[in-house]
């Protein structure tokens, strides 16, 4: 029996399953509908698909540089004990491999491209791994530098990835500039910085920071009982200051150096440049940290038992 196009999307929405899946289903079928849904139930896909909806806020955040290339990805399941297992790892290490040589634009197209060293998509070995680990498994997100010296770091065996991407110039010992690389990439772990330097603050963002800084000053200076204006001159004053510290908070330059705190990450990769004979100057950076921003389910225990014996 002959099928078409519209009986494959059909089946897609009945059960779940990825395109390619069911048009399999449906060969192998010969067309009939019934005996597809059959056949994707026995071969543990539309099981598969039922785990895909439950919440991954767990696995792992990796970072590595492949073939001159950084990457990092997260890839999220649904408790941390897979984290550890060696086909998990294996297949993000897969991601992260493909992400280089794909060169995806985003996640939708990584999904739909080649999945190294097999004939078929990083969608259907992620289903694979779901099947075969037992747990919803997602790619969440992933970053790629291909130009520029990238170090990879991660942190507490997944909990944080880091690339920092590096331009440098003039400078023979590259083991000197690996490990400025790593130190400023577990700063970046333990200090969450939003961005590179004051100058990439997001305008709206720094406008509502000022705004709230402001209003605070002012409220201050009531109880000094200064008239309007000098209240509000000397709360602009104040706010200079404080702007300076959410710069020193959340962008990476302005940030103390982890390792000395008499000095900026600016003013370390400065003093190490110089000593190195040339330039050094942080391109970018990206921090994965695994489930953040995710929603956690919450488990009521003692109700889920409750509801078992009722």
């Given at each position: 029996?002959?099928?078409?196009?519209?009986d494959?999307?059909?089946?897609?929405?009945?059960t779940?399953?990825?395109?390619?899946?069911?048009k399999?289903?449906?060969?192998?079928?010969?067309?009939?509908?019934?005996k597809?849904?059959?056949?994707?139930?026995?071969?543990?896909?539309?099981?598969?698909?039922?785990?895909?909806?439950?919440?991954?806020?767990?696995?792992?955040?990796?970072?590595?540089v492949?073939?001159?290339?950084?990457?990092?990805?997260?890839?999220?399941?649904?408790t941390?004990?897979?984290?550890?297992?060696?086909?998990?790892?294996?297949?993000?290490?897969?991601?992260?491999?493909?992400?280089?040589?794909?060169?995806?634009?985003?996640?939708d197209?990584?999904?739909?491209s080649?999945?190294p060293?097999?004939?078929?998509?990083?969608?259907?070995?992620?289903?694979?791994?779901?099947?075969?680990i037992?747990?919803?498994?997602?790619?969440?997100?992933?970053?790629?530098?291909?130009?520029?010296l990238?170090?990879?770091y991660?942190?507490?065996g997944?909990?944080?990835?880091?690339?920092?991407?590096?331009?440098?110039?003039?400078?023979s010992?590259?083991?000197?500039?690996?490990?400025?690389?790593?130190?400023?990439?577990?700063?970046?772990?333990?200090?969450?910085?939003?961005?590179?330097?004051?100058?990439?603050?997001d305008a709206?963002?720094?406008?509502?920071?000022?705004?709230?800084?402001?209003?605070?000053?002012?409220?201050?200076?009531?109880?000094?009982?200064?008239?309007?204006?000098?209240?509000?001159?000397i709360?602009?004053?104040?706010?200079?200051?404080?702007?300076?510290?959410?710069?020193?908070?959340?962008?990476?330059?302005?940030?103390?150096?982890?390792?000395?705190?008499?000095?900026?990450?600016d003013?370390?990769?400065?003093?190490?440049?110089?000593?190195?004979?040339?330039?050094?100057?942080?391109?970018?950076f990206?921090?994965?940290?695994?489930?953040?921003?995710?929603?956690?389910?919450?488990?009521?225990?003692?109700?889920?038992?409750?509801?078992?014996?009722?």
């Amino acid at each position: 029996m002959a099928f078409t196009a519209k009986d494959v999307k059909e089946l897609r929405e009945v059960t779940g399953v990825g395109m390619m899946d069911c048009k399999r289903a449906l060969t192998e079928t010969d067309g009939d509908m019934e005996k597809a849904i059959a056949y994707l139930r026995e071969q543990g896909l539309a099981t598969a698909q039922k785990k895909a909806g439950r919440i991954a806020a767990e696995g792992v955040a990796y970072a590595a540089v492949i073939d001159g290339i950084g990457v990092v990805v997260e890839v999220n399941a649904e408790t941390d004990f897979v984290a550890k297992n060696d086909k998990f790892t294996e297949f993000v290490e897969g991601v992260a491999e493909a992400v280089v040589k794909n060169d995806p634009a985003d996640i939708d197209a990584l999904m739909a491209s080649k999945y190294p060293g097999s004939d078929i998509t990083a969608a259907q070995q992620q289903q694979e791994m779901i099947l075969v680990i037992g747990e919803n498994i997602s790619v969440r997100r992933f970053k790629r530098y291909s130009e520029g010296l990238s170090i990879p770091y991660i942190h507490s065996g997944g909990k944080i990835g880091v690339i920092i991407n590096l331009d440098v110039s003039g400078v023979s010992d590259m083991d000197a500039v690996t490990e400025l690389g790593k130190d400023l990439a577990m700063q970046i772990a333990a200090m969450r910085p939003l961005y590179l330097d004051s100058e990439s603050v997001d305008a709206d963002e720094l406008e509502k920071e000022k705004e709230i800084q402001l209003n605070k000053a002012i409220e201050e200076n009531k109880a000094k009982n200064l008239p309007d204006d000098k209240a509000r001159q000397i709360a602009e004053k104040m706010v200079k200051g404080r702007i300076n510290k959410f710069y020193e908070d959340i962008c990476l330059l302005n940030q103390a150096f982890v390792k000395e705190s008499k000095i900026t990450v600016d003013g370390h990769i400065k003093q190490v440049a110089k000593a190195l004979g040339g330039d050094i100057k942080v391109n970018s950076f990206t921090r994965f940290e695994k489930g953040e921003g995710i929603e956690k389910k919450q488990d009521d225990f003692a109700t889920e038992v409750a509801s078992m014996v009722k």
